[in-house]
């Protein structure tokens, strides 16, 4: 099969695929496209940490080197390095403190669906700053993944091995939260 | 003004920039820590490289060479010359027989008119009593 010469025109599978039959420039190319993004899902993620952020993207792509050569045609492939980045953040906080593993304790709590907030738009990005920060998981991690990385609920669903219409009721829950917590900022 | 969901996600996305603009990033070459060739694999055939040009541009400094000249000097190419070929020698088939010779003694008639040696002339002896006209040049 021929491919273009140019690879910044490829997609990610192609050029994963291409990585995996051995093409290190290939590699680089979805490392150039992917790295800051990623380092910035990990500051976020890890409390604006940015040498640890670094850190944690650099074992990333690490791990993704080193498996390059199992990716098979077909697998989505941002999904498959957000799956590496999500092990590596759940092993990393198992490690620090006790994960919440039940939280269906933390879907139980009620949360208002119909909230109106009202806000002036620099009251939003500070307060916005500050929510998303204190939010907890898993739904700091769900609005992350599906806000900020763009992720689709069932490729969600894969990395974080939750059932799908868990994460969209998740999804749901976070949206509300922030919306509670915006309420705050009104009469500010 | 009323915040809906959309305002929220794109705040956020805006926030999401902002934080990723600010990271900086290292060049993916360098983070490839394992795939290095090892240094002392780098070192040892650098370090042997630069004795070895080292030696020779110690060797080539005009001190060391003056000697070296000097016996260079000394030494004579010997050319080979292409041997020459063997001259066939005639040899006679058969003895030639010796001829008679006459038993009376030949007498020769001496000629009056030229001198057996001729006389020499000019100065006879210079003032150091050397005969310089009859010096034979070798």
């Known amino acids: ?188 | 003004m009323k915040i809906n969901n959309q305002d929220i996600i794109r705040t956020a996305q805006q926030l999401r920039d902002e934080e990723n603009l600010q990271q900086t990033v290292r060049p993916w070459h360098r983070h490839r820590s394992h795939l290095r060739i090892p240094s002392w694999l780098v070192a040892i055939p650098a370090a042997v490289f630069l004795g070895f040009i080292l030696g020779i541009w110690t060797k080539s400094s005009n001190q060391q060479d003056a000697p070296l000249t000097a016996m260079v000097d000394t030494v004579y190419i010997k050319v080979p010359t292409p041997a020459p070929a063997p001259v066939p020698v005639p040899v006679l088939q058969e003895t030639p027989a010796p001829q008679p010779t006459s038993t009376q003694p030949t007498v020769q008639k001496r000629n009056i008119r030229t001198p057996q040696t001729k006389k020499a002339t000019g100065r006879p002896v210079a003032e150091d009593q050397i005969r310089y006209d009859l010096l034979v040049r070798n």
């Open chain 1, 1 to 188: 099969m021929l491919f273009p010469l140019r690879l910044s025109a490829q997609t990610d599978e192609q050029l994963m695929k291409r990585a995996a039959q051995g093409n290190d420039r290939a590699f680089e190319e979805l490392y150039n496209r992917h790295a800051r993004r990623l380092q910035g899902f990990f500051v976020r993620r890890l409390g604006n940490d940015s040498d640890l952020a670094a850190d944690f993207m650099h074992d990333t792509f690490l791990r993704l080197y080193a498996a390059r050569e199992t990716y098979h045609e077909g697998r989505n492939f941002r999904a498959w390095l957000y799956t590496i980045a999500y092990n590596l953040w759940k092993n990393h906080h198992r490690n620090r403190l006790a994960i919440v593993s039940d939280c269906s304790a933390i879907d139980a709590l009620p949360v208002d669906d119909n909230i109106e907030v009202e806000l002036d738009e620099s009251l939003l990005r500070d307060a916005l700053r500050f929510i998303l920060k204190t939010l907890p998981e898993p739904y700091a991690m769900l609005f992350s993944l599906h806000y900020e990385e763009e992720l689709s609920v069932p490729q969600i669903a894969q990395i974080t091995d939750v059932p799908e219409g868990t994460v969209k009721s998740r999804l749901h829950k976070t949206m509300n939260i922030i919306k509670q917590e915006l309420r705050k900022y009104e009469n500010k």
